[in-house]
């Protein structure tokens, strides 16, 4: 939810006209009130940090006082530590398992 007086009409615009980036509003009492970051097909954790990036920025440009990149850092913090959620189109690898693997060159070698 974004606080009073912060459009999420406005967030949206000024996310797709100047950052090339949609987002949906919100449906019947929350309209108008927030906005929500939807996708049509492959989605993963990088299309959502730039998502959310993007809605940062719209949100800052619209007056929202937050931090910038905190959404994202945040984000990207809790990813790196869990596994990706089913239908995001990654691979998903036990947590411990990616500190087993380790890139060499061309290959994929196993500790």
Same mark, same amino acid.
């Given at each position: 939810m974004l606080l009073? $007086? &912060?459009s999420g009409g406005e967030v949206i615009t000024r996310a797709? *006209? *100047?950052?090339?980036?949609s987002l949906g509003g919100g449906l019947s009492k929350v309209a108008g009130k927030l906005f929500r970051i939807a996708h049509l =097909? #492959?989605?993963n954790e990088v299309h959502l940090m /730039? /998502? &959310?990036? $993007?809605a940062e920025m719209a949100m800052l440009d619209c007056g929202v006082a937050l931090q910038p990149g905190s959404g994202s850092a945040a984000a990207g913090n809790y990813w *790196?530590?869990?596994a990706a959620?089913? $239908?995001? $189109?990654a691979p998903v690898n036990?947590? #411990?398992?990616h500190t087993k693997n380790s &890139?060499? =060159?061309q290959t994929l070698a196993k500790g």
């Open positions: 009073a $007086g &912060i797709y *006209r *100047r950052y090339n980036l =097909g #492959d989605m /730039a /998502a &959310i990036n $993007g *790196r530590h869990h959620p089913s $239908g995001l $189109g036990p947590k #411990d398992q &890139i060499h =060159g």
